[in-house]
């Protein structure tokens, strides 16, 4: 008798497991049929070519008072993620980050220092403006320092929203160095202030949601890009059916929460961000810190070694492994950009509903023409 009820008991879990399964994919169906998926494809586009979506941005940065320099280098790290697929973080953010400067949250004319110095490491004031320049220059010097010593870190306080930390990452990679960078915010940890989505009722399964990147060079591969925000949900994931996920895999959310707390230690107290509130409370935009690290593969083994095992692992994995629903490889972390990389620079980018939207706004209200018209 026992055993029938143990075989009931296991029978009936697994239809709720698949019950709920269905619901979730029903929820990711409405979700995605609204167009808040961001970094899928999209259905609707229209193609821009790169140095125009180049062009356009970095004269709406201009019209809000940024350098020439400036604007541009903001702008060709947005672009380079519109060239990756990753739409979130791309130039669909001009409008909003161009109104943040106009309305004088952000510093559009930082005064942005050096304020300490190791053999390996820098720490870098950004003056309250977007966190992307300031970050950039503390990246060539994470670097200098690892082709100099072996390991090289690139601390920014002060600044606002500093991107994908790919952007980061990647530039060390594209020197012979691992790259990780992440990013952290005053505050984190308090209810509506921990940088994911919504959270009325204060869940710890849906804490913070810093950006974070790995990012590892291959040889003949793709690299291997692990760039991504730190909670294991994204911003719109959120309601009774991912919520009930909070009892159904506990040790994944209690990986996510570890993941967020330690990349806004890193990403923030480690900047030394909490030493002055001035800028702050200047520029109420500016609440976010930044680290890169920067590790010279050549200084411990042979970088065509390395590369060699990273190939090796790319073409494993692809062989033995089975792909991700949805997809016809199973591929590593990196892979998918790179293949949208070479697509975009070959066809133009396709520029969806959501960024056209953002583009016209920004367009208007600048006097930039539009890129594609």
Same mark, same amino acid.
């Given at each position: *008798? ?17 019950? +709920? ?16 998926? *961001? ?21 709406? +940065? ?7 320099? &400036? ?44 304020? &300490? /110095? ?39 306080r002060y600044i606002g929203h500093y991107g994908s930390a790919g952007h980061y990452a990647r530039l060390c990679m /594209? ?35 810093? #950006? ?10 793709? #690299? ?23 009892? *159904?895999? #506990? ?7 570890? =993941? ?7 990403g923030g107290g480690l900047t030394g961000f909490t030493l002055s509130d001035e800028s702050w409370n200047r520029w109420p935009a500016a609440r976010h810190g930044g680290m890169v690290l ?9 970088? /065509? ?12 994995? /692809? ?24 697509? &975009? ?5 396709? =520029? ?22």
């Open positions: *008798m026992a055993l029938v009820e143990k075989l009931f008991n296991f029978c009936t879990r697994i239809l709720r497991i698949k019950a +709920f399964i269905r619901k979730i994919r029903v929820q990711v169906l409405k979700i995605a049929q609204k167009g808040i998926v *961001m970094n899928r494809p999209p259905e609707s586009f229209v193609q821009v070519q790169e140095e125009r979506l180049l062009a356009f941005a970095a004269a709406c +940065f201009e019209k809000v008072g940024l350098s020439s320099e &400036h604007a541009v280098a903001i702008s060709r790290l947005l672009v380079n993620s519109d060239l990756r697929g990753v739409r979130s973080h791309g130039t669909r953010t001009v409008n909003g980050y161009t109104r943040a400067f106009a309305e004088g949250k952000l510093n559009p004319q930082p005064n942005i220092q050096l304020v &300490h /110095e190791t053999p390996t490491a820098v720490v870098i004031e950004g003056d309250g403006t977007l966190g992307y320049w300031p970050m950039i220059q503390a990246t060539h010097h994470a670097i200098a320092k690892a082709k100099a010593v072996g390991m090289g870190m690139g601390l920014v /594209e020197q012979g160095c691992i790259g990780f960078s992440v990013q952290g915010y005053r505050d984190q940890g308090k209810q509506k202030t921990d940088g994911g989505g919504p959270n009325p009722d204060a869940h710890l399964g849906y804490f913070g949601n810093p #950006p974070i990147c790995f990012a590892l060079p291959g040889g003949e591969e793709s #690299p291997v890009v692990l760039d991504a925000a730190t909670c294991i949900l994204a911003d719109y994931q959120r309601g009774p059916e991912f919520e009930a996920l909070f009892s *159904m895999i #506990p040790a994944a959310f209690f990986k996510s929460v570890g =993941y967020g707390a330690v990349a806004t230690l890193l920067a590790i010279n593969i050549g200084s411990v083994v042979p970088e /065509e070694i390395f590369r060699a095992e990273s190939d090796r692992l790319a073409r494993d994995v /692809e062989t033995y492994y089975q792909p991700m629903p949805g997809y016809d490889r199973a591929r590593l972390p990196g892979a998918v950009e790179e293949d949208f990389l070479t697509k &975009h620079r070959h066809e133009g980018i396709r =520029y969806g509903e959501m960024e056209q939207e953002n583009a016209r706004a920004a367009s208007e209200r600048l006097g930039v023409p539009l890129p594609w018209v």
